[in-house]
C-alpha cells in the first residue's frame, strides 16, 4: 500500500511538471500582452554571451529607422523582425529580417521567408 501512494505521488508531481507553462513559445506566438512578449523575448535573448548587454529599450526605435516600410518602421514587438522556431527536437532556429532583406522585398511575404517556415513546419511533423 505504502508503495502504491508514492506511486501515486510521483505520477501526479510529474503530470503537475508537465503542465508548467512555456513562456518563451507563448511570447514567440504573440499570447501575451506585448509588453510581456517583449521582456521574455529580451531575457531568452540576454541568456546568450553574445547578448549580455543588449539594451532593449533603445533597439526597438533605432532599428525602426533602418527599415523601408511598415510593419517594421511601426513595430513595437521583438517578433516583427526575429523569428524563433522549435523543431520536434526542441532545437530553436533563429531567423532576423534584417533591412537589406526587407528592402529587397525578402521579407515575411517573400519566397525566402516561405522557405524558411517551410523548413520549420517539415520539421515539426
Known amino acids: 500500500m505504502r508503495y502504491a501512494c508514492l506511486l ?18 507563448d511570447a514567440l506566438l504573440g499570447r501575451l ?7 521574455i523575448i529580451t531575457e531568452y535573448c540576454q541568456s546568450c554571451h553574445i547578448h ?14 533602418l527599415y523601408d516600410r511598415a510593419p517594421y518602421t511601426e513595430a513595437t514587438q521583438c517578433r516583427a523582425c526575429h523569428l524563433v522556431h522549435k523543431n520536434t527536437w526542441g532545437e530553436r532556429r533563429r531567423k532576423t529580417l534584417w533591412p537589406a532583406e526587407v528592402a529587397q522585398g525578402t521579407d515575411s511575404t517573400s519566397s525566402s521567408f516561405e522557405w ?5 513546419q517539415t520539421q515539426a511533423k
Do not use: G, T, Y
Open 116 to 120: 524558411f517556415k517551410r523548413l520549420f
Open 33 to 39: 500582452p506585448p509588453e510581456d512578449n517583449n521582456r
Open 8 to 25: 501515486l505521488l510521483i505520477s501526479v508531481l510529474l503530470s503537475l511538471s508537465a503542465c508548467r507553462p512555456k513562456p518563451l513559445e
Open 52 to 65: 549580455r548587454a543588449f539594451d532593449d529599450l533603445s533597439h526597438v526605435p533605432q532599428v525602426q529607422a
